[in-house]
């Protein structure tokens, strides 16, 4: 099931930018003409918003990215309540996650539009039962991977285990972006030439740190004003 214009967002850990660059490819497909919308295959961790819905902060900012109102599309089909790893907060909510059903709703949402961006959940090889992770999700949409880099102490080595697992599955890297979380860390620079010279996919953007205005609080998404500062710094894949 190969679709040409989609493309799936992982990351070197969670909390690493996933949702910020995932939002951010959107607004630029969007920019560009394309009919494009964000997709979450599991989602953990709700709030109440301001009228009382049970809400996700990352289907929120994938929402206000694809410029659709609430409820308008469903655009995950696994919404779990506590923010710890889905497949263990799935088994105490009594529910079984399978990629069946992730790309059931998956093909749903593709009748409607042309591009998707799928933004993971956690890094590459988190589990979603005890047979099936996302890497295997990833494969079944068989689509270009794009890894966003949480630049921290760490990140090279997470960076490049993370293209490893995604190139034994035959999956290809569209490519990678930088993403300053938080404080830029020492010798970062240096820690990015380094991740030029051993990932062999193109760098598509560093994202400073936000502006402090644009600061995502938390328990909400991401503003628009956010996602076109991040979207500012990073290209499209070829
Ligand atoms: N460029 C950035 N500048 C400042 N804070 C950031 C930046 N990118 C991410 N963050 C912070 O890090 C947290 C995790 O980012 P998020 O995009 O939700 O990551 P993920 O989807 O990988 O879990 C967010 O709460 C956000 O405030
Ligand atoms: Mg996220």
Known sequence: MSKAGNFFVTGTDTEVGKTLVSGALIMKLRD????????????????RDASGLKV???????????NLAPNKFSLCPYVLDEPAAPHLVAKNEGLHLDCRTILQSQAELQSQFHTMVVEGAGGFLVPLNETEDLGDLAQALDCPVIVVVGMRLGCINHALLTC????SRQLSIAGWVANTCHERMPLFEENLQTLKERIFAPCLGVIPSLPQEFAKSQNSPYSLEALRFAAKHINLPE
Do not use: C
Request: aromatic share 6%; net charge negative.
């Open 32 to 47: 560009a003409g394309q009919n494009a919308v964000g997709f979450k295959p599991v989602a953990a961790g709700t709030y």
């Open 164 to 167: 490893e697992a995604i190139q």
């Open 56 to 66: 996700n902060e990352d289907i929120e900012t994938l929402r206000i990215a694809s």
